[in-house]
């Protein structure tokens, strides 16, 4: 589907006779469409090096994938249903026509509990923190150990991709951040090779797991039991990974928040129940990962710096661009 075969679905489509109506979230893979009582997800028609949506089977396929990784964590996942074409119509769900696309439906949340928006407003406590490290070390806990082979080559790759963005950098934030960008590739690959034995190491004692992918602020609802949603289904890589690499995102976005105290606290009650942390020099991987976390964000916030339709766009990215680029330098000091 594309744009406006949504904003038609949205405008003349139907779920179980009624129209569908609701508000539309994009983002740069998906459309989500909200209305009183679900959520619709619907893939885009796009591909990159890491992820393809570009066919029909494919799309049905990650949306299946979606539906199963996302049920390990919470139960609004309900169902992937067909969209169709039926007359000059389309609809949402099984029956005659010919299958267009397909959405994830899940069940509609309260907004004003997202854990990002509640951080704005001062409203996360260490309860919160102690509910997610119970929920968190619980699922790390049983998911499936994942005997994938360190590849030390890729690992450095995915970190030096930030230096796509230094010339970019350097003319808008000024040449200290190309320098600072520069160092950080550097320091990222001599400890790769000095700490490649532990993780190696942490792989065969099965630290390494099928986990989320994409543990953060914006893909939490802090209700009573904490519901954590949209895990990455579109490349296994990104999910397969060091448990210790998963709550370094989590913490890192804490600490991108000014929660520091957030941070620790959870930490401290995660590792109460999943002891991944046994020496001095997993204190240090932990905090690589936090750098490495920080390095992906401020490279997605460049790229939308990059693509930025207004001055005021612009400025607010940038800010972002300088703060991840601020963390990742401040990690990585720690890591020598």
Not at 41 to 68: G, H, V
Not at 88 to 116: E, F, H, N, P, W
Not at 188 to 204: M, P, T
Request: aromatic share 12%; proline share 2%; charged share 25%.
């Amino acid at each position: 589907m594309e744009t406006n075969s949504i904003e038609q679905l949205m405008d003349h489509g139907l779920f179980r006779g009624e129209p569908i109506g609701g508000t539309l979230i994009e983002t740069h893979i998906s459309w989500v469409i909200l209305t009183r009582e679900y959520a619709f997800k619907i893939k885009k028609p796009m591909q990159y090096s890491f992820l393809d949506f570009s066919t029909l089977a494919n799309r049905k396929f990650y949306c299946e994938r979606e539906l199963w990784l996302n049920q390990r964590l919470t139960d609004i996942y309900l169902d992937v249903l067909p969209i169709r074409q039926q007359g000059g119509s389309m609809v949402i769900g099984k029956g005659a026509g010919k299958t267009i696309d397909y959405a994830v439906r899940m069940k509609k949340l309260q907004a004003a509990k997202k854990m990002d928006v509640r951080l704005r407003k001062n409203q996360v406590s260490r309860m919160h923190m102690d509910s997610l490290a119970k929920k968190i070390a619980h699922f790390h806990q049983h998911t499936t150990i994942i005997r994938t082979a360190f590849d030390p080559s890729r690992s450095k790759i995915d970190f030096n991709d930030i230096e796509t963005i230094a010339d970019w950098a350097g003319s808008h934030l000024g040449q200290s951040h190309t320098g600072q960008i520069r160092k950080a590739i550097a320091q990222s690959n001599a400890f790769l090779d000095r700490y490649g034995n532990l993780i190696r190491r942490r792989i065969e004692e099965g630290f390494q797991r099928d986990g989320h992918g994409d543990l953060h602020a914006k893909n939490i609802f802090l209700y009573r039991d904490p519901v954590i949603f949209d895990c990455i289904e579109f490349n296994d890589a990104f999910r397969q990974i060091d448990v210790l690499n998963e709550v370094a995102f989590f913490c890192m976005d804490l600490e991108a928040h000014e929660r520091w105290d957030l941070s620790k606290h959870f930490m401290g009650s995660y590792l109460e129940r999943m002891p991944c942390i046994r020496s001095a020099r997993e204190v240090k991987l932990f905090t690589y990962y936090k750098a490495y976390r920080a390095n992906i964000r401020a490279k997605v916030n460049a790229f939308r710096a990059m693509q930025a339709i207004s001055a005021r766009q612009l400025n607010k990215y940038a800010n972002e661009v300088k703060k991840y680029l601020h963390l990742m330098t401040h990690y990585l000091q720690q890591c020598g």
